[in-house]
Structure formats: C-alpha cells, structure tokens
DNA sequence: TATTAGCAGTCTTACCAAACGAGTGCTAAC
DNA sequence: GTTAGCACTCGTTTGGTAAGACTGCTAATA
C-alpha cells in the first residue's frame, strides 16, 4: 500500500520531500519553500516549489501548522524519508571512531554489559536509550559456582554464553566448603549446555529423584531454586528497563521549550508495559528499525521516534536496544550508530566465548 | 558571628521568618505580608507585618524582587531556618514505613550497594542524589577469592568491611586451577585486616620478596596490581560520581519554568572536581548538612541548596551522599530521610559483617 | 512607643490593537 | 510546466491601558 503511494511521486517530488525533511531535521523550524531552494541542487523557483509542496502537502507528506508559517514532516514524510534512506547508511569514520573510546571492555556481568549498552549507545546517539531484556532464560549455561561469604551469604555465578549472571542466596553456616565445591561441580555438569529456562524446569525434578548421598545439596538446591525464580520474576516485573542519558532529552529545542512533553515521555520510558509494547516489533530482516508518531502503539510517545536493534547472543535475541526522540532525529546517524555500538558488544561476547569454550569444566 | 546577628533578632521577628520561610517553601511564591497573617498565630495586623518583614530584609533575611512583589528569603534567612530547625526533626512513622519499601537488601557488591544508596535517598527525599566514593581504600579487606571464569578472563572478588569489590584479570591458560585456589589462600592470609591501601602498598614488596615456590604467583600478583591500580585511578578521575534522580528537578516549579537552570545544575552534577568541592565539609558533629546558596563554592550551584551525610563503615567515612535542590527544599524533612535512609544502610552492614565475622577463612 | 488603618505609589500581569513580516496561494504571463 | 508578482493570512512584536497585588509611608490611636 505505502509503494503503491510512493509511485505517484514524481522523481523530482521524491528529492523535494527528502531536501525538505531533512532540512527541517536540521534546523528544527519549519520548512519554507526559500529554504528548500537554498538546499536544492537544480535551480528552481520558490513558486515551483510552493507547488510542489503543496501537492506534498494533500497527498500528506506535510502538514502545516498555519497559513503563513511553512510546512513540516508528518510521520508519513518522515517514513518515506526514513525508507528512501535504509538502502545508504553513512560510516562516518571519525564517528565511529570517537563512539569506540567510549567502551569499557572489562565487564563481564550481564547486569553490567547491558548497562554498558544503554550508556554507550546513549552517549553515541544523543538520546535517551532503553534496553528491555526479554531473552534471559534462552541464555546458555556454561558453569555454575557457588561462593560463600562470610557474611553468612554466599554469590551463585552462572557463566553464561552472555556474560555471567550473579545472585545472591542465604546459607546455613552449618554447610561446609566442600558442599559447595562439589554442588558448584554437580549443578555445572548437571546443567551446562542448557539454557537457564531448562535448568529451571529441570531442576524439581531432580530434587525429587534425588539419592540419598546428595541430599546434603537439597538446601542449596533450594535457595538457588529460590534466588532464581525470583530474579526471574523481578525481570518480568519491573526492573526489566535499563535506562540512560535521559536528560539529553533537554538537549532538542521541542523539550525544552515544553519539559512537560518531557516529563510525559520520560514517564512511559519507565513503564516496562508501554515501553515494551513500543519497542516490539515483528520478524524482518532488518537490523534497525524504526517507529515513526503514529506507528507507536503508545499514546504519550506519537510525536516521538523510536529507532530498536535487538542484541542477539548465538543467533537469539536476547534484549531489544532502542532509542527514543523527536521524529525530526537524524535517522541515517542514528540507525549507523546503533548498530555499530550493539554489533561491537555481540563481537565482543563471541570473541571471548571462543576463547576456550571448549576447555573442560573446572570447578575444583 | 551568626549567633551575635540573631540575637538582634526579637522573638517575635524569629517567629515571623520562620513563618515565612516555611510559606514560601511550601507555597513557592513570594511571602507577602496577608499571607504571614494567616499563617501567623497570633493576632497581628498586615501593616505591623510589613514593618517586621521591612525590617528583617534590612537585616539581610528577605529580598525583594520588585517593590510591589512580596519577599524572598536569601540564603541567610535560609540559613537561620534551618538552624533553628536542626533539633527537632520530625520522624513521621508513616514517611518512615514507605522509605523501608524502598529498600532492596540483597545486594552484596560495594557498587550496587553505592547505587543502591543513591536510588534510595532520591526516592525517598524526591531531589536528585549524588554519592562520590572517597574512602574507597579505607575499606578492610576480610578475605579475597581468585575465580577463573571460561572466557579467559578471571574474576577477583575481594570481600571487605563494606561489601564485595569485583574487578577481572585476564589469565594465561597455562595457569592451573590450584594455583587460583593457593593464591586465593596465601592473598588472604596476607592480607586479610589490611586495609585496600595498605594492601596495594604492601604488594610490591611483598613481590619482590618473594620465595622462589611462590613464584607462579606472580603472575597473578601483577594482574591484581594492575587491575586494582586501575580501579583506583578510575574511581580517582572520572567514574566516582554516582547519581540517581537527576529527572526529579523537573518536578519543581523553578526548574519547569526555566529548565536551562536544570541543565545547569545537572551538568555540575557530573563534574566530579565541582561535586567534589560542593559535598566537602568540615569535620564537625552533625550527621546531615546543609549548604545553601552562597554558602555552596560552586558557581552553578548557588541558587540551589545541598544536603549531605556520611556513609559510615565501622566509624570510617567511606562515601558522601547528597541531593541537591532549590533552597526551597523542605529541610527538615530532607535531614530526617537522609539521615534515616544512610542510617538504614549502614545499620544493615554492621549486621551482616557480625554474622561470622570471627569464623576463620575458608577458601579451600 | 508600638500598633494600626488608610492611602498613594510601584510594579506585574493581562489584554487589546496596530504595525510588521514571513510565507503562502493564486493568477497571469512566458 | 515554470515563473514573477501580488494579495492575503496569520503569527509575532510593540505600545499603551487597565486591573490587581503589595508595599511604604503617614497620621491617628492605645
């Protein structure tokens, strides 16, 4: 349907509407038709122009906001702007190197890493980030260590083919050292190759068919069973949302001449249910997406633009990465910086899984 | 020299900046004379009330923007509020019982318990909050784990008075499982009581001198040097600023109205040599202090007020924790939750540090 | 001497009208 | 199909006025 739309557009329309576009993505006031001249390769008149955006304007590309005061995108200008962009997207080498000094290759909790993400991803686009983990249980299980403290707890770390998860269990002091190493080395031969979702499902079962000799793990079985069912819940909940660089929403004239608009969107950016309905998005091919105004399922984000990556580990999404601003963002940087910052950090996994994946387990 | 100017004050005029004061924090709109009258118990008329406000503006308390416009305190009348207020600080049961919901407890890392803080405090006192680790390497080191994970990297987890550092090492293969276990063992017992500082200090000796059987532990030994030394300098240059809340400025009317101001401060906010110099404080008694407006040696920062306090680890400060507001902050509200919410934190730790802080070390 | 009523003076805000100007739509000529 | 030119529209700026909110001051009062 959009195509069919698209093909009454002549050549020279399709370049206007783009000039146009970004000509306001640029100098965020609306578009008149001297400014396009300026911007225009071919020498043509503002009158030309006036009728060309005019007829824009009724196929509804542009709208005006009143009589004598230029034009600007609706989202179907923007969509058709950002669709005549996918095919290009710029490698600004200086960009890209300047996005690079800002990885911190250190990390190696998951919680960290998808920290690191939204920061990076933040600071590359100059736009709030949110990234939603919705792939935790098809993460792989490589080794499970059980550590106690003398604090009278004890850390569970499961590394996992995305970094290592932590968490933390309650222990009975009663429990000697070597319970743990040898649970640590059970659950890890137990468990390794399976995702975290199967552990789960398995790990009931066998805590019923288990011998005699292992009862002694029933506690920690317990507690592990505990902590993870309730991470898992916590996920599900609330703080499924990593957030950062909400204030460069302050940055773009739209915001700060109306915080209020502001506020709203930085409200929903903490609401795990709108904010997952905006960054869903069905199976495509494409590695960066974008919603445009109206294509956002949420009331309070339709004057926005939400660019969203997914960060796969083995070929499995395991988060949605995205960014929210004003329709009128620069699209092209935008996509380019995505997918260059979320590409890096799935590079980086690999890398070091590869390292010795194939060494075998040892917890003692 | 403060104390000689009030007692110019009369009791009456004491109590009459003191109603004001409150009005306006709690009105945000200038104090005029009928609105005192109102508040004021006693039975006085308007035009008395406009002798004393007159009166206290000669004296430096109140400002006037423009002649017909009501009053204004200045820092100084800020100033002889909130230390008129300082001795009694309201504990209301029920604000008390929302901010425990706030709590999360189940935290065992030093970092996430710092963010923890500073989410907490900014929820519970509704201003944007700032926590800079200063006292990182008072910290006591009880006992240090060597954990090799399968990306070729190995976690170094060192367990203090105050919660679980981490950092990672990158590891040669060659290096075999005992050998984690047996440096484990030997770094604690070396070093186990000492402090961060003293820990680093001694490492290089320790290095030098050390026997030949000892010696595959070098390697180790200088992974750890260099990732704690980059720790430290991490922590000493940029990262050290921890903040939470930033977005709450905006739910006050002088920063909605002119959100350039916001911008301002928020910018402070992550100048960690500012922040530093804005948190500083004189050693003195009081468990929260209140810097307002020119009383701040931060130029962006004087028309806000500051809160701070300590976070305490076994009578050592390791962090300060602060929120930065307008000077219409409701102070005695402010001292109570930040006093109440650091409290909290720290009561927490001293438990979990007596569980088996006697047990002896169990790495094997 | 302290308090108060009353009033004049000051400054802000709201409102309105006029002038301005940026930008459009339309028409007529090319 | 393109363009120059002009009338028109509508937001923005400016200036000027009226209303309203407070204050400072003065003079009367207890």
Redesign the interface.
Known sequence: MEKEEYTNLSERKKRILISAVEDYIQQASPITSSAVQNKFEEKISTATLRNELNALEAMGFLRQIHTSGGRVPTSKGYRFYVNSMMGDIPLDKKALADIQTLFNN???YLGDIINEIASVVSKATNYPSVVMLHGFEKLVI??I?I???????A?I?I?TNSG?IN??MDIK?TVV?QTFTDASNFLTQTFANQTIASMIKNMNEYKQSMKKELLEYKEIFDALLKAFTGLIEALENNSKIISSG??KL?ENPE??EN??K??KI?NVMHNSEEMSQALKHEVDEKSVRFKIGSEIPVEDLQECAIATTDYEVDGESIASVGIIGPQRMDYAKIASALKFVVGEFQNMKTL??N???D?KN?N?
Request: glycine share 2%.
């Open positions: 250190r990390t190696v490589k080794n260590k550590i106690p403290l003398l604090t009278g707890q850390l770390l590394e290592v968490n933390t002091s050292m909400e204030l302050l915001y700060t915080p209020e502001a506020k930085l070091q899984n390292v010795n994946t060494e040892d003692d």
